[in-house]
T-cell receptor, first 109, second 116 residues
Framework: GQNIDQPTEMTATEGAIVQINCTYQ??????LFWYQQHAGEAPTFLSY??LDGLEEKGRFSSFLSRSKGYSYLLLKELQMKDSASYLC??????????WGAGTKLIIKP | GAVVSQHPSWVICKSGTSVKIECRSL??????MFWYRQFPKQSLMLMAT?????????EQGVEKDKFLINHASLTLSTLTVTSAHPEDSSFYIC????????????FGNGTRLTVT
């Protein structure tokens, strides 16, 4: 079956770096998305990877290894506003999005 | 855990016809549901916020007369694409928030619409 796994919760310190991992199993693959979502709000798009490697976008970077079915989101210079849930979603061959349950990131001062 | 069921998973229709997509919260009551649209390899775009018992709130640029949203009960919201055209072909996904558990939005698996 199709599945996405990511940690339920992580805690990090303001100013530090945190890496949120995601592993996926899908029928075919058309890319992997990361979204940020604050409580009670719609998710906001962070990144999309379809080729292997690291994509850097400001303080956020996303990595993909298709052979390993693995991705991570790297957040640098953490700020309190980064406290949110981070959703990993893989798109299968039918362009269906398979969503992870989200990783709740708690930033401590 | 909370589950959001979206139906159908995929649909092919002819240009000019209307298509209805259902979004159901299976084990919780959702006063608010969200409808998104996503083109291949692009980000999820919020179309509208569906509120139970009241009119939906549409995002800028989304035609409310074309994308009819009905949220008649606490467990069901529907999106009807009226007079569909090929450019409406896209991936539509709904999500719902369970106010009882404080968790992030729960998403449906989406509906792939192809208009021929």
């Amino acid at each position: 079956g199709q599945n996405i796994d990511q940690p339920t919760e992580m805690t990090a310190t303001e100013g530090a770096i945190v890496q949120i991992n995601c592993t996926y199993q899908t029928s075919g693959f058309n890319g992997l998305f990361w979204y940020q979502q604050h409580a009670g709000e719609a998710p906001t798009f962070l990144s999309y990877n379809v080729l292997d490697g690291l994509e850097e976008k400001g303080r956020f970077s996303s990595f993909l290894s298709r052979s390993k079915g693995y991705s991570y989101l790297l957040l640098k210079e953490l700020q309190m506003k980064d406290s949110a849930s981070y959703l990993c979603a893989a798109m299968d061959s039918n362009y269906q999005l398979i969503w992870g349950a989200g990783t709740k990131l708690i930033i401590k001062p | 855990g909370a589950v959001v069921s979206q139906h159908p998973s995929w649909v092919i229709c002819k240009s000019g016809t209307s298509v209805k997509i259902e979004c159901r919260s299976l084990d919780f009551q959702a006063t608010t549901m969200f409808w998104y649209r996503q083109f291949p390899k692009q980000s999820l775009m919020l179309m509208a916020t569906s509120n139970e018992g009241s009119k939906a709130t549409y995002e800028q640029g989304v035609e409310k007369d074309k994308f009819l949203i009905n949220h008649a009960s606490l467990t069901l919201s529907t999106l009807t694409v009226t007079s569909a055209h090929p450019e409406d072909s896209s991936f539509y996904i709904c999500s719902a928030r369970d106010p009882g558990d404080g968790s992030p939005l729960h998403f449906g698996n989406g509906t792939r619409l192809t208009v021929t």
